[in-house]
């Protein structure tokens, strides 16, 4: 790692809003993003895509290992992703990919693998980190954590939105289901389960917009002299 290169480590389960405030605050500091659940949707899709069992711990270790992938800012679009030269920015974000990115996540080998790489992205000016385990394990030491949170209601909710789904619907039962199961996979599995580092912020975002929760975190990086 690069001792002298601040990391803005920023954790919460899935439909938070980590990944919009952690572009957002990229953007606005100008430093380096990390997209670490991306990461894991990869090695995921990678395995859907080549048939390899969800379970096979040494295979899919190797795939997070040698993942070719490269992120991309692209002005005013968000994150580019590529796979081995494949854009896949929109396929890792698929339902089936998100579940089985939660189901290798489980795994010691996987999470090794990814562990060196991950850090690899701490350069100067900065990074902003986005995932589950940033503060906890990935970058115990960055001079920022926050930990987002909100009801499973609410993040099922949103998740319907951006599908267009109403709450009605059976799909909406199973985007709640899965979001429910999902967190209790991630918060008990044995290495590096989901929870706040012991030094982070807690910011609830159940009832605040992206906006608000950026403003929060922006002053808590003035207040660092970040």
């Given at each position: 790692m690069t001792?002298?290169?601040?990391?803005?480590?920023?954790?919460?389960?899935?439909?938070?809003?980590?990944?919009?405030?952690?572009?957002?605050?990229?953007?606005?500091?100008?430093?380096?993003?990390?997209?670490?659940?991306?990461?894991?949707?990869?090695?995921?899709?990678?395995?859907?895509?080549?048939?390899?069992?969800l379970d096979d711990a040494r295979v899919l270790g190797e795939t997070a290992r040698h993942l070719p992938v490269r992120f991309e800012v692209v002005q005013d679009q968000g994150v580019r992703i590529d796979l081995?030269?494949?854009?896949?920015?929109?396929?890792?974000?698929?339902?089936?990919?998100?579940?089985?990115?939660?189901?290798?996540?489980?795994?010691?080998?996987?999470?090794?693998?990814?562990?060196?790489?991950?850090?690899?992205?701490?350069?100067?000016?900065?990074?902003?980190a986005d995932g589950r385990d940033m503060g906890t394990v990935v970058f115990p030491d960055a001079a920022l954590k926050v930990f987002l949170t909100a009801s499973a209601l609410v993040r099922a909710r949103r998740r319907a939105a951006q599908l267009s789904v109403s709450e009605d619907?059976?799909?909406?039962?199973?985007?709640?289901?899965?979001?429910?199961?999902?967190?209790?996979?991630?918060?008990?599995?044995?290495?590096?389960?989901l929870k706040p580092a012991d030094d982070a912020v807690i910011i609830d975002t159940s009832e605040l917009g992206i906006e608000q929760v950026f403003d929060r975190v922006m002053a808590l990086i003035a207040e660092r002299r970040l």
């Open positions: 001792a002298q290169a601040p990391v803005i480590a920023i954790d919460g389960p899935s439909g938070v809003g980590k990944g919009t405030l952690a572009l957002s605050v990229s953007q606005a500091q100008q430093w380096h993003l990390l997209d670490s659940g991306a990461l894991y949707r990869l090695v995921a899709l990678s395995a859907l895509r080549r048939g390899t069992a081995d030269g494949d854009d896949v920015t929109r396929a890792i974000r698929e339902e089936s990919v998100g579940e089985a990115a939660s189901r290798v996540a489980t795994l010691p080998t996987v999470r090794a693998g990814l562990l060196d790489r991950q850090r690899d992205f701490q350069q100067a000016p900065g990074l902003v619907s059976a799909i909406f039962e199973r985007i709640y289901s899965d979001i429910i199961q999902r967190d209790e996979r991630d918060a008990t599995r044995a290495t590096a389960p």
